[in-house]
């Protein structure tokens, strides 16, 4: 079993940054593709970025692209979301997710998510 634990949300204003961390408690990320996904209020959840293990590729949202960077630091068993020029539109809860080695598609563990709130 794996729990996820995001941190690092909070209120920043419109062009500002942030950096959301994810780890783990019960297994390693050893293995795993993580990805990060918002939920804004009223909207569905959407895809922001994932990366490979060990780490090797990353993909991203059209809507954050050259923005956002997604990392791991496998040593430390942490994933990272650096979010730069923030925009109102980024508020949402932020979670991680992660999903079982050579499967791909729908991820299988989740956090419980970190607020993010962009003010203008």
């Known amino acids: 079993q794996m729990q996820l634990v995001e941190s690092g949300g909070g209120l920043v204003q419109a062009g500002g940054s942030l950096r959301l961390s994810c780890t783990t408690s019960?297994?390693?990320?050893?293995?795993?593709?993580v990805g990060w996904f918002r939920q804004a209020p009223g909207n569905e959840r959407e895809f922001v970025a994932t990366?490979?293990?060990?780490?090797?590729?990353?993909y991203y949202a059209d809507s954050v692209k050259g923005r956002f960077t997604i990392s791991r630091d496998n040593a430390k068993n942490t994933v990272y979301l650096q979010m730069n020029s923030l925009k109102p539109e980024d508020t949402a809860i932020y979670y991680c997710?992660?999903?079982?080695?050579?499967?791909?598609?729908?991820?299988?563990?989740w956090g419980q998510g970190t607020q993010v709130t962009v003010s203008s």
């Open positions: 990366i490979s293990w060990p780490g090797g590729s990353t």
């Open positions: 019960g297994r390693t990320f050893s293995s795993f593709a």
């Open positions: 997710a992660a999903r079982r080695p050579m499967t791909t598609g729908s991820y299988d563990y």
